[in-house]
């Protein structure tokens, strides 16, 4: 499955994006979808990511601020990332996880906060 990122950009502390990912290919409602993200100078961390039947599960550090959703007529997840902090800058990546154990991933999109 191909996977494409959306929606990064410029945001004031405080501020809300919306990123989404639109994939290719079939069976998109059979796969774990995920978003995890990149600052500079660190690991890649799991951000959030939602189960075929639409459970959603959160880093701590999200919590009550990001929500995940997804659109299986449209093959897209969503990540709504409200009350931003600067700490959260970073690439942005999608994944996807097949129940097989296969992994794809997007070329992320960069989320940039400041004032």
């Known amino acids: 499955v191909q996977l494409v990122e959306s929606g990064g950009g410029l945001v004031q502390p405080g501020g809300s994006l919306r990123l989404s990912c639109e994939t290719s290919?079939?069976?998109?409602?059979?796969?774990?979808m995920g978003w995890y993200r990149q600052a500079p100078g660190k690991q890649r961390e799991f951000v959030a990511h939602i189960s075929s039947g639409g459970s959603p599960n959160y880093a701590d550090f999200v919590k009550g601020r990001f929500a995940i959703s997804r659109d299986n007529a449209k093959n897209t997840v969503h990540l709504q990332m409200n009350s931003l902090k600067p700490n959260d800058a970073a690439v942005y990546y999608c994944n996807a996880l097949a129940p097989w154990g296969m992994e794809s991933w997007g070329k992320g999109t960069l989320v940039t906060v400041s004032s």
């Open positions: 290919g079939s069976f998109f409602n059979i796969y774990t």
